[in-house]
C-alpha cells in the first residue's frame, strides 16, 4: 500500500474526478514555452547559496541595513525536481502566463513511493560514474545489479527505486551512498507494471484512481485504460466516478494523439499520419477527438483525389491550348509534375487550382498559374505563360549552373540567366527556394545510416540518416552530432536518429541526422583547432546542397568531447543554428573571451551532473554565470543531473527534440557585435571579416605567455539604409538582401577605416544569387548583392 502521505495528498480527488487540480511546488514557463515543476529558488551565481523566492523580498530593516551598499542580484533561477536541477536566467521567465499551463498537464504529478530498500552499507562512495561493465534490467521488485570499472578492481552495485514518477524514477545503491534519477522510459512497462500493482491494495480506491493517473501523466494509456476497467468491476460502487474518470482520461489521451498526428503530418510523413489515424479509429476517443481523426482521414482521402483531378485538369487545359509548339514546350512541365504531385507539393498549385471555378481564365492563363505556382510557390504565380516558360527556362539554367564543376559552364550560364528578358534577381531569389537539391542522394534511403563524402579538394566524411518519408521536395530540420571518444559516427547517429518504431526520435520526428568525422579515431579530447571547424562547417555545406535541409531548423549538438566541441563551434559561428545543445562538455578556452556571441542562438546545456556528494564541475561556471545573469540576451538553460556525474544521458533524447521542435534560427540582425579569436572564424551574418590580424592557440602552448584581446565585428544598417561596420580587419565582403537595405535608394557605406563613406546605388543580381547557393547551400539567406572592400 502506498505511504500514508501519499494517500493524504489524493484524497481531494476522490468524490469529485480523478484528475484535479491541486498543485504543490512551482510550475515555471519560460519564453521559449519550456515549463518546468518543481522547488522555485534563486541565485546570484552557480557557486552562490541558492535562496527562495521570499528572499527577493527583504524587510524595511534589510533594506536599511543595505541602504549603503546594494544588494547581491538575484538573476539565476533553479528549479529542483528531486532528480535534476535547472538553471535559468530569470529574465527569461515568461510571467504573463501566470506561472501556469491549463488542464492535465499542470496537475501536480503523481509520485509512487516503493517499500524502503534493505541496506548494507559498506562505507563506499561513488563519485563519479565510472565505465560499467553490466548491468541488468531492474526486476519487478524496482532492484538491478551494475558492474562498475575501478582504477584497482570490478565493483558490484545493488540499486533498488525508491521512487516512482510519471516521467521519472528515484534511484538509490544500498551498498554504497549513491542516489540518482532515471527516466521512466528506460524501465520497460512490463516490468514497471507489476512493480507498481504489487504497492497497491485492491479494496484501496484512492490508491488505484491515482495509479490511472500515473499512467495517463507517464502516456501509458493502455494501462490507464485497463485499470478503470479493473476498478469498474472490482469497485462497482465507484462506477460514477470510474466514468468520469474514463472520459477525462479520453480527452486527454486524444489530445495527445492528436498532437502526434500534426507532428507527423509536419514532417510530411503522410503516409504514417493516415496508417496513424486509421489505427486510432479502433481507439478509446471522445467524439470531438474522433471527429478531428476521421477529419484527418478524410482530408488525406480528398488530397489524394485532388492530386488526380490536378493531373486531369492539366491534361485537358493543355488540349484546349490549340498550340501546337507551346503545348510541346509544356509537356516536359507536365511530366514533372505528374512524376512529383503529391500531398507535400500539392499547395504549390493552389492558385491553379483555386482558378477553376473563375470562368475570366483562359486555358493559357490556367495552365500559367500552375507551372509558375509549381517553381515559384502559388502566392508568388501569374497567368502570364509566356512569362512562366522564361521562369522555367531560368530553373533549368540556375540547374545546371548549380550542378556544374567547371567555372567556364557556370559562368555561361549565369550570364544566360541575366540575359533572359522579365526574370529579375527578384524572381530567381524566390524560385530557388522550390529547386532540387544541387547534389545527387538518390542512393541514399530512410531509415539506415550512409556514410557520405563532401564535394571539394578535401573531401570530409559524414554519417547521416534520413526520415521516415523523406522526400527532397519537402523540408527538414537538420541536426549535426559531434560523436563522443570512444564513439564511432555511426554511433552517434544512431543514438538521435533511433528506428521507424520510436516516435520520440529524429526517425519519426522528421529531422535528418548527421555526424561529421570531425576528430582523428583514437582522439580522447577536443583539441580546439581550426580544422574541427572547417570540417564541421563543410559538411553542414555539403548536407544542405544534398538534401531538403531547412537552414533556418539546424541545431548543433555533442557529447562528452563532443560537448566541447559544440561549445567552441557554436560561439565561434552562431548564426549558422536555431540551438546548441551540449551534453557533459566544457565552456573553457575560446569560450571565455567569446560567450556574448552566444545571444545570437539558443542554448540547451546538459552539464555534467552532480556526484553523490552533491558536487558539480565548475569549470564551466565563468561563461555559464555570464549567460544566465544577461538573461535580457539569452535563451540558455542549464541541466543538471543528480548522482550522474559524467554519464551517458542519451536517454534524454526525446526532451532535447521537444526543445528544438520549438525552436527556430533567429531573423537576420540589422545590428550585431560578435567577437572571434581566430582568422577562420570571420564571417557572421551579413560580413566577413578577411584579414584579421591574429590567431590565438588556446589552451596555450607551455611556457607561452600571451594576453587574449579578442577581435571584434561590430556592424548595423540604419533605418536610413546607413551600412556601418568597425573591425580591425584588413578588408570586407559585406551581403545584402531586400531584408537588410532597400534596393531603390542609395547606399551610405562605411567599411572598417574607411575616411570616407560612400554613396552608392546597387544594383540586384541574379549571379550573386546563384553563386551564394552553390557556396553555401543555404537557401534561406540569399543575397542580391555583394560588395568586397
Request: hydrophobic share 40%.
Amino acid at each position: 500500500m502506498f505511504r500514508r502521505s501519499w494517500i493524504g495528498g489524493l484524497a481531494i480527488l476522490v468524490g469529485s474526478a480523478v484528475f484535479g487540480s491541486s498543485i504543490t511546488g512551482a510550475e515555471i514557463r519560460l519564453k521559449n514555452g519550456t515549463t518546468l515543476r518543481g522547488q522555485f529558488l534563486v541565485m546570484s551565481s552557480l557557486g552562490g547559496r541558492a535562496v527562495g523566492e521570499e528572499a527577493l523580498r527583504p524587510s524595511e530593516e534589510e533594506l536599511k541595513r543595505e541602504k549603503d551598499r546594494g544588494p547581491t542580484p538575484h538573476n539565476i533561477g533553479r528549479i529542483d525536481n528531486g532528480w535534476q536541477r535547472i538553471y535559468f536566467p530569470l529574465l527569461q521567465r515568461d510571467v504573463s502566463s501566470g506561472g501556469q499551463a491549463a488542464g492535465l498537464a499542470s496537475q501536480n504529478p503523481v509520485a509512487i513511493p516503493m517499500p524502503p530498500p534493505r541496506r548494507s552499507d559498506q562505507g563506499l562512495v561513488v563519485s563519479t560514474f565510472g565505465s560499467i561493465a553490466d548491468v541488468t534490467p531492474f526486476d519487478e521488485y524496482g532492484r538491478r545489479r551494475l558492474k562498475i570499472v575501478t582504477p584497482k578492481k570490478m565493483m558490484d552495485v545493488f540499486q533498488s527505486i525508491t521512487e516512482v514518477h510519471p516521467d521519472h524514477v528515484l534511484v538509490e545503491s544500498t551498498n554504497c551512498n549513491w542516489k540518482l534519477g532515471l527516466p521512466l522510459k528506460t524501465i520497460p512497462i512490463e516490468t514497471l507494471e507489476p512493480m507498481l500493482k504489487m504497492q497497491v491494495k485492491r479494496d484501496d480506491a484512492v490508491a488505484r484512481f491515482a495509479l490511472v493517473r500515473f499512467y495517463s501523466q507517464a502516456e501509458h494509456y493502455p494501462q490507464a485504460f485497463a485499470e478503470l476497467d479493473a476498478i469498474e468491476k472490482d469497485l462497482p460502487e465507484r462506477k460514477e466516478l470510474v466514468d468520469k474518470s474514463r472520459e477525462e482520461l479520453m480527452n486527454y489521451f486524444g489530445d495527445r494523439i492528436l498532437r502526434r498526428l500534426e507532428r507527423r503530418k509536419r514532417a510530411g510523413q503522410f503516409e504514417l499520419a493516415d496508417a496513424f489515424a486509421r489505427k486510432l479509429l479502433s481507439q478509446p476517443l471522445t467524439g470531438t477527438v474522433m471527429q478531428k481523426v476521421r477529419q484527418t482521414i478524410q482530408e488525406h482521402e480528398q488530397a489524394r483525389r485532388t492530386i488526380d483531378q490536378a493531373k486531369l485538369l492539366l491534361s485537358e487545359w493543355q488540349a484546349k491550348l490549340n498550340d501546337e509548339e507551346t503545348a510541346e514546350k509544356l509537356q516536359p512541365l507536365r511530366s514533372e509534375i505528374n512524376e512529383q504531385l503529391s500531398m507535400g507539393t500539392l499547395p504549390r498549385l493552389d492558385a491553379f487550382l483555386k482558378a477553376e471555378n473563375d470562368k475570366q481564365y483562359d486555358p493559357s492563363q490556367r495552365l500559367g498559374l500552375a507551372y509558375s505556382g509549381w517553381v515559384l510557390g502559388s502566392a508568388n504565380a501569374t497567368p502570364d505563360l509566356s512569362q512562366t516558360l522564361r521562369i522555367w527556362e531560368a530553373r533549368n539554367i540556375a540547374i545546371d549552373a548549380l550542378r556544374s564543376d567547371d567555372i567556364g559552364i557556370q559562368a555561361d550560364k549565369i550570364d544566360q540567366l541575366k540575359k533572359l528578358e522579365s526574370v529579375s534577381p527578384q524572381t530567381v531569389l524566390k524560385l530557388v527556394a522550390q529547386l532540387p537539391p544541387i547534389l545527387d542522394a538518390s542512393e541514399i534511403r530512410p531509415g539506415a545510416i550512409h556514410q557520405v563524402t563532401t564535394t571539394g579538394i578535401e573531401g570530409r566524411s559524414y554519417a547521416v540518416a534520413l526520415p521516415a518519408e523523406y522526400s527532397p521536395l519537402h523540408t527538414y530540420p537538420l541536426l549535426i552530432v559531434l560523436r563522443a571518444r570512444q564513439r564511432t559516427i555511426e554511433q552517434a547517429v544512431q543514438a538521435w536518429t533511433g528506428d521507424l518504431q520510436d516516435p520520440d526520435l529524429g526517425s519519426q520526428r522528421g529531422y535528418i541526422v548527421i555526424a561529421p568525422d570531425y576528430a582523428d579515431a583514437n582522439q580522447d579530447e577536443y583539441t580546439y583547432g581550426t580544422p574541427a571547424h572547417q570540417y564541421v562547417l563543410d559538411c553542414l555545406v555539403d548536407a544542405r546542397k544534398r538534401f531538403a535541409v531547412d537552414s533556418d531548423h539546424v541545431f548543433l549538438t555533442g557529447h562528452g568531447m563532443g560537448g566541447d566541441a559544440a561549445f567552441d563551434i557554436g560561439l565561434s559561428h552562431p548564426d549558422e543554428f536555431a540551438g546548441v545543445l551540449p551534453i557533459g562538455g566544457n565552456a573553457v578556452n575560446y569560450c571565455v573571451y567569446n560567450w556574448q556571441n552566444g545571444s545570437h542562438t539558443a542554448w540547451y546545456v546538459v552539464g555534467k551532473g552532480y556526484d553523490s556528494k552533491d558536487n558539480r564541475d565548475p569549470s564551466s561556471n565563468l561563461v555559464f554565470d555570464n549567460m544566465l545573469i544577461r538573461g535580457s540576451r539569452f535563451d540558455f538553460m542549464l541541466v543538471e543531473y543528480l548522482g550522474r556525474n559524467g554519464e551517458n544521458l542519451f536517454d534524454e533524447c526525446s526532451k532535447l527534440f521537444d526543445w528544438m521542435d520549438t525552436h527556430v534560427r533567429r531573423p537576420m540582425p540589422k545590428e550585431f557585435e560578435v567577437r572571434t579569436l581566430r582568422k577562420g572564424d570571420n564571417r557572421f551574418f551579413w560580413v566577413t571579416a578577411n584579414g584579421l590580424a591574429r590567431d590565438y592557440i588556446l589552451p596555450a602552448p607551455p611556457g607561452a605567455a600571451q594576453r587574449v584581446i579578442p577581435m571584434e565585428v561590430d556592424a548595423r544598417i540604419t533605418p536610413g539604409n546607413t551600412l556601418i561596420v568597425k573591425s580591425a580587419a584588413a578588408g570586407f565582403t559585406v551581403r545584402l538582401s531586400p531584408e537588410l537595405i532597400d534596393f531603390d535608394k542609395k547606399v551610405v557605406m562605411k567599411l572598417g577605416n574607411q575616411s570616407k563613406s560612400e554613396n552608392i546605388f546597387l544594383k540586384p543580381d541574379a549571379g550573386v544569387v546563384i553563386e551564394e547557393l552553390r557556396q553555401r547551400g543555404d537557401r534561406n539567406r540569399l543575397p542580391l548583392a555583394v560588395i568586397t572592400r
